[in-house]
């Protein structure tokens, strides 16, 4: 008797077990790591804005790329853009010294009022 009700009770906590990881796997109601991770980008994309900058490529005194606009903006001052992602620092240290660069890719202000930005860069040449 003692033998069946503990292969009962086994077999209960197996089934049980099997049967909340199925419901984990497939509840809508608590979405996937991935999917808060894909929410987490589209929540960081709406923050920015895609823009396409002309500069010249500079280093900061940290080191990071950092593009100088030429255009001015308001209050006649240029934007620096901190360039961030793979293809800005492969195409930073190819040409360290480039006076024409033009990048394009996602943009957000890290300091407002201090007219420095981020940039996520998609692209980025030598304009001539």
């Known amino acids: 008797m003692k033998k069946l009700i503990l292969t009962l009770l086994a077999g209960f906590i197996l089934a049980f077990g099997a049967y909340a990881d199925k419901k984990k796997e497939t509840d809508p109601a608590k979405p996937a790591k991935t999917e808060k991770a894909d929410k987490a980008k589209k929540d960081k994309k ?3 804005e895609e823009v396409t900058v002309v500069g010249a490529l500079k ?3 940290s080191g990071a ?3 100088l606009t030429h255009k001015k903006f308001k209050g006649g ?3 620096m853009y901190f360039l961030m992602g793979k293809v800005a620092k492969t195409f930073a240290k190819e040409n360290p ?3 024409k660069v033009e990048a ?3 943009a957000f202000e890290t300091d407002p009022g201090e007219q420095r930005f981020v940039l996520i860069v998609a692209k980025i ?3 001539k």
Do not use: T, W
Request: proline share 5%.
């Open 97 to 99: 010294k480039a006076e």
């Open 65 to 67: 790329p950092v593009l």
């Open 125 to 127: 040449a030598k304009n």
């Open 77 to 79: 001052e240029s934007r």
């Open 46 to 48: 709406e923050k920015g």
């Open 104 to 106: 394009s890719g996602l």
């Open 59 to 61: 280093h900061h005194s």
